[in-house]
């Protein structure tokens, strides 16, 4: 007798080295190309607080006001496909209750336009594609993906340098657990603007260059950690006006201990946050453990079955017939 292996035997150990294959394959190879920044992206956040700022129809400082700040980010398809990295342009406004709801984003009390460019893969900024400013560091918009709990650069737009934040342990936003960062801006020296010199305690110049000062009162960033996308962002932006060479501020132009993400944009983000990362998590984790354990299974099963096989005779002949007795 001699042993053949059955179909069923052989599929089973073929599905399951098959699946042992894909497991790896999932975490190696489809993972990293599945954990990139997107080219299509097109979304609004969207702070609020209160504070301080120069009204140019009083021409002088008001306080305790609604600051309502807008930030939207779309991706540019185009020129993304072509670089290869990301292509993201953004529009910000700082908008006060006189210029809400605006027609026109010029009017807002500040608007900046900005295009940001970053490798897909390690969110590095990428100097190409016509940027603006030309920025460094870790993490603006978003933070890496796989987010560790340690110091990262971010890139501040006003300071127009990167800050050091440091991890400040897990929080939650929404009922959603990320990871903390923080840091703070002393004052400093940004740039200078031609303004009259009474404004800054100089009268007896009609026009003087007076030194713009910036500063922060404290950035707290809340992030996913899997896919570093910020779910809740604060900061305290403190911007001033001072005659050159002196160390004290003449006018104050903005100052807000606590401009935040309204719970809308929270929401949204939190939302966004779980789809991306339960995403990941399956390619990552789920499908390639699944993969493992069911590859496992079925080519144990099947190689049981092929050593087994099934039982044959060991020749198909056919035994012959007594041969007729010649009878005389």
């Keep these: 007798m001699r042993r053949t292996a059955s179909p069923l035997s052989l599929i089973l150990l073929g599905l399951g080295t098959f699946l042992l294959v894909l497991a790896p394959m999932l975490v190696w190879y ?8 997107p080219i299509d992206i097109d979304t609004t956040a969207v702070y609020q607080g209160t504070g301080s700022y120069f009204d140019t129809d ?3 400082t008001v306080t305790d ?3 309502t700040v807008t ?5 540019n398809v185009a020129d ?25 984003p010029h009017d807002a009390l500040e608007f900046f336009l900005n295009r940001w460019v970053t490798n897909r893969k390690t969110n590095q900024p990428v100097h190409c594609c016509k940027e603006n400013p ?8 978003k933070f890496p993906f796989d987010v560790h709990k340690r110091s990262y650069q971010w890139w501040d737009n006003s300071l127009g340098d990167v800050v050091t934040l440091h991890y400040a342990g897990k ?7 990320g990871l903390a960062f923080t840091g703070t801006v002393p004052p400093t020296k940004i740039g200078t603007r031609q303004v009259p010199g009474s404004l800054v305690d100089q009268p007896k110049s009609p026009q003087v260059l007076a030194e713009e000062w910036y500063s922060n009162h404290g950035i707290r960033l809340v992030v996913d950690q899997r896919t570093g996308r910020v779910l809740y962002a604060q900061v305290g932006p403190r911007r ?18 606590k401009l935040a993400f309204t719970t809308a944009t929270q929401k949204d983000q939190v939302k966004l946050a779980k789809k991306e990362s339960g995403q990941l998590r399956m390619v990552g984790e789920t499908l390639p453990i699944g993969a493992a354990v069911a590859g496992f299974v079925l080519a144990v099963v099947g190689g049981v079955l092929v050593v087994r096989g099934r039982r044959r005779p060991d020749s198909t002949e056919m035994p012959r017939s007594p041969e007729a007795q010649l009878t005389m």
Excluded at 71 to 75: A, I, M, N, S, T
Excluded at 171 to 177: A, D, L, N, P, R
Excluded at 240 to 257: E, I, Q
């Design 58 to 60: 009083e021409v002088a």
């Design 71 to 75: 930030q939207q980010v779309r991706g």
């Design 80 to 104: 993304s496909e072509k670089s290869g990295d990301a292509v993201w342009d953004v529009t910000t406004t700082v908008d006060t209750d006189k210029s809400l709801p605006a027609a026109d």
């Design 65 to 67: 006001k609604r600051i």
């Design 240 to 257: 001033t006006l001072r005659a050159p060479g002196h160390k004290y501020d003449a006018v104050l132009l903005l100052d807000s201990r």
């Design 171 to 177: 929080q939650k936003v929404q009922g959603y657990t």
């Design 30 to 37: 489809v993972e990293p190309r599945a954990a990139v920044n």
């Design 134 to 141: 030309y920025f460094e560091g870790d993490a603006y918009l």
